[in-house]
Antibody
Framework: QVQLQESGPGLVKPSQTLSLTCTVS??????????WSWIRQPAGKGLEWIGR???????TYNASLKSRVTISIETSKNQFSLKLSSVTAEDTAVYFCARGRDGYSIFDFWGQGTLVTVSS | DIQLTQSPSFLSASVGDRVTITCRASQGITTYLTWYQQKPGKAPKLLIYTASTLQSGVPSRFSGSGSGTEFTLTINSLQPEDFATYYCQQLHSYPITFGQGTRLEIK
């Protein structure tokens, strides 16, 4: 059974860079035709897709965040990461990592989510 | 961006009821529509993909239908564990977008 686990600081200061890592266990991040995504959810609100990466390194970002987002993958560690620069209070949210299967963004496995608060 | 509008936003029902949630897309997305269930403090759970295919392990009381711009999620004979928030998601075009959610509560 594939499992995903987010990790990273829970508090980030305004204007700084938010950095999170998702560790995949129970299977190789390299096996199969999967895309690995980041999705966030402000408290009491809906879901916002941030972007995705394929094991080939190919990335697709939400245009609304594209200028501030970098998603990378480290297959040797079975991890992929998110960096979001120049954060503001509006970036405060629970951040989820998820697997999109069969070459599509059908998210069949999710991490439990990690709350990141942007505050000084 | 493709906008997804769910209705209703809030639904009150009883155990044993049949409920239907609608998701309307701002443009045609064929059947590139997925449904998720989310409980408080938890990650979303995949229920249905390609509009009508039930994810493995999901009870058969859940069903989905639709194509183009209008889709429905139906839950037959509601069980206590079904009270949650439901989201639709389109994967037809980037950026991937979600509906605003439908909160299903016990009457």
């Amino acid at each position: 059974q594939v499992q995903l686990q987010e990790s990273g600081p829970g508090l980030v200061k305004p204007s700084q860079t938010l950095s999170l890592t998702c560790t995949v266990s129970g299977g190789s991040i390299n096996s199969g035709n999967y895309f690995w995504s980041w999705i966030r959810q402000p408290a009491g609100k809906g879901l916002e897709w941030i972007g995705r990466i394929h094991t080939s390194g190919s990335t697709t970002y939400n245009a609304s965040l594209k200028s501030r987002v970098t998603i990378s993958i480290e297959t040797s560690k079975n991890q992929f990461s998110l960096k979001l620069s120049s954060v503001t209070a509006e970036d405060t949210a629970v951040y989820f990592c998820a697997r999109g299967r069969d070459g599509y963004s059908i998210f069949d496995f999710w991490g439990q989510g990690t709350l990141v608060t942007v505050s000084s | 961006d493709i906008q997804l509008t769910q209705s209703p936003s809030f639904l009150s029902a009883s155990v044993g009821d049949r409920v239907t949630i609608t998701c309307r897309a701002s443009q045609g997305i064929t059947t590139y529509l997925t449904w998720y269930q989310q409980k408080p403090g938890k990650a979303p759970k995949l229920l249905i993909y390609t509009a009508s295919t039930l994810q493995s392990g999901v009870p058969s009381r859940f069903s989905g239908s639709g194509s183009g711009t209008e889709f429905t999620l139906t839950i037959n004979s509601l069980q206590p564990e079904d009270f949650a928030t439901y989201y639709c998601q389109q994967l037809h075009s980037y950026p991937i977008t979600f509906g605003q959610g439908t909160r299903l509560e016990i009457k």
